[in-house]
Structures are given as C-alpha cells and as structure tokens.
C-alpha cells in the first residue's frame, strides 16, 4: 500500500501529558499538511511542509503543538500539556504540486489524506 | 469567517436518481476546488476537483461545476448508487498559499 500511513490510529491520554503522531506521505509528494477535524465539522488546516520547511502555520496551533519533517520525508506532529480541548482526529496528507507550465496550464495541488490518528484527553 | 460553506447538511436520495451537492465560497484567491468522500473512521478520500480556468470536470458519475462569478460549485452524482452514502466535503485551495479550507460536510444518504 502506498498511501499516506498514520501512527497511531488511536491515543488515549491525560490531560497535561504530551503526545507525538508521525505521518509517513507518499513518497514523491512534496507537500505534506496536518488537520485537525472535530465532529460535524470538516479539516481545519494546521500546517504544511513544502520539503523540509514548514511554510505556513495556522494560528489555532498554539505553542503547544510543533510539527517536524526533518528530512522531507516523514513528519511528527507533537502536542504538548495535552488538554480535554486537544481530543479530536489528527488528519495528514501529502501533495505533489504540479502544473503551472505548457502542459497543466494551472496548478493542481491535490491533497491524499491518511486514515488519521484518533486523539483522546482524558 | 468561514471561507467555504456548504449550506445543506444532509441530502437524501433514491438510487438511481442524482445527487447534486452544492458549496458557496468567499475567497476569490481560490483555485483550485476538490470533493472529498468521507467513511466514518476514515480519511477523506479524493473524488473529484477543478481549476478555476475550467467550469466543468467529469469522472464516470461524478462531474464538477464551478460558477466562478457565483463563488459556487456543485457535485452531481448520476446515478446515484447507495455505495455512495457518506459525508462529503467541498475544499477550496489558494495553490500558492498552499493550504485548502473545507466546507463542514454534507452527509448523502442514498435509498435503495
């Protein structure tokens, strides 16, 4: 299976306790994004790696959550001091983006998405 | 504020008719547009997406169309087979920004 792999699928914790999910993208895509998606509502976008540089961060990331893609490859995404508030499913996804050029004349950038890692603060 | 909304928060259908699905955005730095199908403890899985220099793509069943000038786009689903129950999210993308905004989902039931 080449797809985007998340790990853990599940994480239970306590409240004030860190945890750490790593994705593994597809292996040529060279974006890689982390959402967050809480019930009845849809992705919200936390962050992105173009390669190995993080190029944009949401301001719902507070300065308890950093990401790392330390070789362009695989990322973590690390939370610390969890909160009850944190519990929620931790979606990554990975990109190539393409295009812009005489053969694709716009831009395509479609995100494939891993099966998430599901977080729970108790 | 949210950028991208998709007004109807289910739909159901009987199978073999169509399903259309609809979602409103506010951004004009949009585009680039894409459906996403959700299972429950899934990921969403890529259906179906559009450049703003086009109005229409189609996939087998699935066909896009965008109204730039509406700021809207739709799904159509035909025909429309109970396999196709799930949630799915309009996303809209600034490709240069980089990142993609969802709508909230809209969860399609399709009847036998």
């Known amino acids: 299976d080449t797809g985007v792999s998340q790990d853990p699928r599940h994480k239970i914790t306590k409240r004030g306790q860190n945890v750490t999910f790593r994705c593994d993208p597809i292996?040529?895509?060279?974006?890689l994004y982390w959402y967050r998606q809480t019930l009845g509502q849809g992705p919200e976008f936390l962050t992105y790696f173009q390669n190995e540089a993080q190029l944009e961060k949401s301001r719902l990331l507070s300065d308890r959550f950093s990401a790392e893609r330390p070789k362009g490859s695989f990322s973590t995404l690390e939370i610390q001091r969890t909160e009850q508030g944190d519990s929620a499913m931790y979606l990554c996804?990975?990109?190539?983006?393409?295009?812009?050029?005489?053969?694709?004349?716009?831009?395509?950038?479609?995100?494939?998405f891993g099966p998430g890692t599901r977080l729970t603060v108790l | 504020d949210q950028q991208v909304k998709q007004n109807s928060p289910s739909l159901s259908v009987q199978e073999g008719r169509i399903s259309i699905l609809n979602c409103d955005y506010t951004n004009s730095m949009f585009d680039y547009f894409l459906w996403y199908k959700k299972y429950p403890a899934e990921g969403p899985t890529f259906l179906i997406s559009?450049?703003?220099?086009?109005d229409k793509n189609e996939d087998g069943r699935f066909t896009v169309f965008l109204n730039k000038s509406a700021k809207h786009l739709s799904l159509h689903i035909v025909p429309s087979q109970p396999g196709d129950s799930a949630v799915y999210f309009c996303a809209a993308s600034d490709t240069n920004a980089g990142k993609s905004t969802f709508g909230d989902g809209t969860t399609l039931t399709v009847k036998p």
């Open positions: 559009i450049s703003s220099i086009k």
């Open positions: 996804a990975s990109s190539l983006l393409a295009g812009g050029g005489s053969k694709i004349p716009y831009s395509t950038d479609t995100q494939y």
């Open positions: 292996s040529e895509h060279n974006r």
